[in-house]
Each structure stands twice: as structure tokens, then as C-alpha cells.
């Protein structure tokens, strides 16, 4: 056989190889002709779904494809979840218009409309016609919208200012006039005043679920944040790929390297945050440190901070551990809620999901631990309110938001906030909250003697079902104060003559359509 002819043979062989490899690899990943099932794979979920079928997610529906078994979105026989419409290509999609907290009046700000599918992913394909779509503000006040949108990066952006002070919504409607979508509340004022910013602390890199990263351009450009931090466990951080992202995405969104450490459930997890790059190093040596006090050691000359996470799951779900047993000045904050594990609040408060744990953030602040609070999705897209298959342990639940309170929006301020405990927590809906005492915002210390003037003011996104004011003292808590409302607005203002120390305060908001926020508390120190 001449050379010529044996090298054509190897590379034949090669080639059959190589079409026998990805054959392979397409009846692994969609079964075969033969089989009559598909399966649903998501992170760590597998659902083995009949032929012909809807899967547990919607719309996903088991069909034959080209002779394979294979998962389809078919909105059409599956249906959707509520809030969502079906699409005429199968996925059940999801509007969203949101607009900044807080806003100047007569200065300019965007509105931003996306479609996404039941996945949390930008739908090209909805049939919406934007420039049939119109805008209408309630309370019906003058306002200004620019002549053109822009579409960028998924989204179409709107220009508008409103020249009137007040609390306002925005509500969308198709060419025939019939409503789309609201935004969440704003509130405008004639001058600069104390901005509410929005974030992700707990989210994991979708390389995980097998899907590229894309956690920095989806919390900027689809879920509208201002903040954001991606936090794998070290051995799963590719710390060059992580380094080369932020560094492209750093100036469209303020982002906070960080991990979650995972080494000894004992403790609980914990995310770490750090403010700066160089402090970022060192990953492996995270999955060597085997508790919190040895943690917050290593962490001791860094520009960090750490966050309790899910502190009522895994060992801690049914018995105490480790958590709480020991304090650092590192701690500042905890997840009292997150699309993963529900509430960790307390046993029988809304979402808890943990059988009466003795590791709830209640029982920690009646220890004498001062952290504030975070609301976290702990799953793949930041700042998704959807639920995904098998993230959450409350059925049909999707990831809450964190809100801090700064004086303005650079990285610093919210940093600051973040370290002050300057935040309040919701299930996913952008609540406006206001809670101060003598003028201490939520996660301060007050020392003092005198009456307490408490103040609430309370924006929601649907009618407020319960305000609620809640006080420590005396080793027990003590519904303080609550009210309700008929509409989407509540306050309170009252004065505690009765000043302890030791004693602390917070509020809880229930609305009408089950979204929660809980703030930090404010610590009182006689």
C-alpha cells in the first residue's frame, strides 16, 4: 500500500470516528428511537419525562424529533405558568419595564422593556411590535418621551422625565390597548435624596448548568441591577476567565468579586465578597480552610466581607450547628431569604421551609449577632424572579432581591451600605421601604436613653396585606405595631417610650399577591 493510500486510511478512520463520537453523544443527550422518555436536566435535577408528555417544567414537552425523543418547548399543550403568555414558537414568555427607585425630577432616566422566556432568556421571537406599544404614568401627570427607543442588548430602552414630585408607575399596552406590564413604584423629587440600589449577592456562573457564563451582562442589560457579585465554590472558579470578565463588564455595572465558601457544612456556607481585585487570590486555598473562625482569619487583612448563606439547610435544617456558634466583625449580613431555600426568618413566618431549625436569622439576632439582611436567588441568572426546575425548595418559587440605601451610586457607597448593614430584603419584587428611628436607617446602632420616634413608609408593588413592626426585648419578640392598607401604599409613625437595651427592631411587609420584605434591624443600646 503506498504512503498516499495508507494516509487516506487513517484519516478515513479518523472521520468515522470523529461521526461516530458526536453519534454517540446525540443518543446519550437525546435518547434513542427506541426509548419512550426524555430527561429534563437541570443542574442537578433529573426528571425522567414520558413520551408525549409536559414536563414539571413548563413548557417543555417530551416529542420525537428526527427520529429522537426530545424535549420541546409547546406552550400550546403544556400551557404556562401564571403571569405568563404563550409564544408563538412554544416558550411561555414574561414581560418586564422597570425604572430606577428613585428619581430627579426633570432630569431624564430610562425605562427598560424585555421579553424573556420561561428560562429567564431574551425571546427575539415574541411578535411584540414595539412601536406600536404605548406608555401611560398613574397618577396621570405631565411627562416627556423621547421620540426614538433604543434596542440594546435585548432590551428596548426608553428616555422619558417626569416633572412632577410624587410616587409614580409606568403601564404598558399593545397596539389594541390592552395591558402588557407595570413597572415597579418610583419616587421623584425636585432634589438628590437617600437612592434605593438593587442587587444580586448569590448567584452561580451558568457553566455549572453546562450554559456560558453571562452573569455580569444579564444583571446590567435583562435584570436591570446595579450591583451584582458571582460567587462559585473556589474549586469551581476559573479565577482567569472570572479576572477577564469583570474587568469587560466593570464599568457597566458595579460588581463585587466573589465566592462561596463551602468547605464544612457544620458552619454553613458562607458567600465572601471582596471590594477590590487584588484581594481576589488565593482561591484554592479557601477549600483548605475547614471553619468560619479560621475563615474570617485568613480574611483578616482584606478589603472583604462575608454573608451567612442559607443558614436553616443542610445540617443546619434540623439541628443546631455551628453558624452562629461563633461572631466576626467580617459578618455583616445573612440570607434571610433566597430562591433556593425559602425564609429563614423564623418557624412559621412566610416561606420557612427549614421544620423549626434553631439556626433561623431570629435566634442569631436573639444571641446578640448583628447582621443585616440579603434576598438571593442562588441559582444561574442574577436577579431572576422565575422559578427554575429543582433550585428552590418552596415550590414555585423564584430568587429575591437585595436593596441597599446609599447617598448615591458608585461602588464605594454601595460597599459602605453593604458593610453598614444599610439594606432590606424582598422575594423578588422592587418594594420602595423606608424604616429609620431618630434618623438611624435600618442596620444601625443606636445609643440612647430618649423616646424613639419610629418612622415606615412603604411603597408596594400590590396591596399591602400586613405592615408589620417587630421588637426584641426582654429575650422575646413582640409584634410592636402593624397595619394594612387597601392599596399599595402604607406607614406608621410611632414612639417607643420604653427604651431597653439590648432591644432592636424591624419590619416585615406581606402583600396581597405573596411577595415579602423584611429590613435589617435597628439595634437599640441604652
Not at 423629587?189 to 456560558?212: R, T, Y
Not at 435584570?223 to 476567565?241: G, H, I, R, W
Not at 436593596?403 to 424582598?426: F, G
Request: hydrophobic share 40%; with cysteine; charged share 20%.
Amino acid at each position: 500500500m503506498s504512503f498516499f493510500n495508507k494516509k487516506s486510511l487513517i484519516l478515513t478512520v479518523i472521520l468515522l470516528l470523529i461521526i461516530l463520537f458526536f453519534i454517540f453523544q446525540n443518543l446519550v443527550s437525546k435518547k434513542t428511537f427506541f426509548d419512550s422518555s426524555c430527561t429534563l436536566k437541570y443542574f442537578a435535577f433529573l426528571e425522567d419525562v414520558p413520551f408525549d408528555t409536559c414536563s414539571s417544567f413548563q413548557p417543555l414537552f417530551c416529542e420525537k424529533e428526527k427520529g429522537f425523543a426530545d424535549l420541546i418547548p409547546n406552550c400550546n399543550k403544556c400551557s404556562c405558568a401564571k403571569d405568563q403568555v404563550c409564544g408563538s414558537d412554544g416558550h411561555c414568555l414574561s414581560y418586564f419595564l422597570t425604572v430606577p427607585s428613585n428619581v430627579v425630577a426633570n432630569k431624564s432616566f430610562e425605562i427598560n422593556f424585555r421579553v424573556l422566556d420561561e428560562q429567564g432568556v431574551v425571546n427575539n421571537q415574541s411578535g411584540i411590535i414595539i412601536d406600536l406599544l404605548s406608555l401611560k404614568l398613574t397618577p396621570n401627570v405631565p411627562f416627556e418621551i423621547s421620540n426614538s427607543f433604543e434596542y440594546k442588548n435585548g432590551v428596548w430602552i426608553y428616555n422619558v422625565t417626569v416633572f412632577s414630585e410624587g410616587t409614580f408607575y409606568f403601564e404598558m399596552f399593545d397596539e389594541n390597548d390592552d395591558f402588557l406590564v407595570k413597572t415597579n413604584p418610583f419616587i421623584i423629587k425636585n432634589n438628590s435624596f437617600q437612592d434605593i440600589l438593587w442587587g444580586e449577592l448569590h448567584v452561580h456562573c451558568l457553566k455549572e448548568a453546562g450554559f456560558p457564563c453571562h452573569t455580569f451582562e444579564y444583571a446590567r442589560h435583562i435584570y436591570d441591577l446595579d450591583f451584582v457579585s458571582e460567587t462559585n465554590a473556589p474549586f469551581q472558579t476559573k479565577y482567569s476567565d472570572y479576572k477577564k470578565r469583570y474587568k469587560q463588564f466593570q464599568n457597566d455595572i458595579i460588581i463585587f468579586l466573589g465566592l462561596e465558601w463551602v468547605s464544612n457544612d457544620f458552619y454553613s456556607h458562607h458567600v465572601v465578597l471582596f471590594n477590590n481585585i487584588l484581594d481576589f487570590t488565593s482561591l484554592r486555598t479557601f477549600d483548605l480552610i475547614n471553619s468560619t473562625p479560621d475563615l474570617w482569619n485568613f480574611l483578616r487583612n482584606k478589603e472583604s466581607l462575608t454573608i451567612a448563606a442559607h443558614p436553616t439547610t443542610k445540617i443546619c435544617r434540623f439541628s443546631e450547628c455551628g453558624v452562629w456558634s461563633n461572631n466576626d466583625d467580617n459578618r455583616v449580613l445573612a440570607e434571610i431569604f433566597s430562591g433556593y431555600a425559602g425564609s429563614a426568618e423564623c418557624f412559621g413566618c412566610p416561606y420557612d421551609s427549614s421544620e423549626n431549625s434553631p439556626n433561623y436569622l431570629r435566634n442569631a439576632w436573639a444571641k446578640g449577632i448583628k447582621v443585616g439582611v440579603t434576598s438571593i436567588s442562588d441559582a444561574f441568572i442574577p436577579g431572576t424572579t422565575m422559578p427554575m426546575p429543582m433550585t428552590s425548595s418552596v415550590p414555585n418559587l423564584g430568587g429575591g432581591l437585595t436593596a441597599v440605601i446609599v447617598s448615591d451610586n458608585s461602588k464605594e457607597a454601595v460597599w459602605d451600605a453593604l458593610k453598614s448593614r444599610h439594606t432590606y430584603a424582598t422575594t423578588g419584587d422592587r418594594i420602595i421601604l423606608y424604616f429609620d428611628i431618630n434618623g438611624f436607617l435600618p442596620g444601625d446602632i443606636i445609643s440612647t436613653n430618649q423616646a424613639l420616634n419610629i418612622s415606615v413608609e412603604v411603597v408596594g408593588t400590590a396591596t399591602i396585606a400586613n405592615l408589620e413592626l417587630f421588637k426584641f426585648h426582654d429575650d422575646k419578640y413582640e409584634l410592636f405595631a402593624s397595619t394594612s392598607s387597601d392599596d399599595e401604599f402604607a406607614s406608621m409613625i410611632i414612639q417607643d417610650s420604653v427604651v431597653l437595651n439590648n432591644s432592636f427592631y424591624y419590619v416585615r411587609i406581606l402583600q396581597t399577591n405573596g411577595e415579602v420584605a423584611w429590613s435589617s434591624p435597628i439595634w437599640v443600646e441604652g
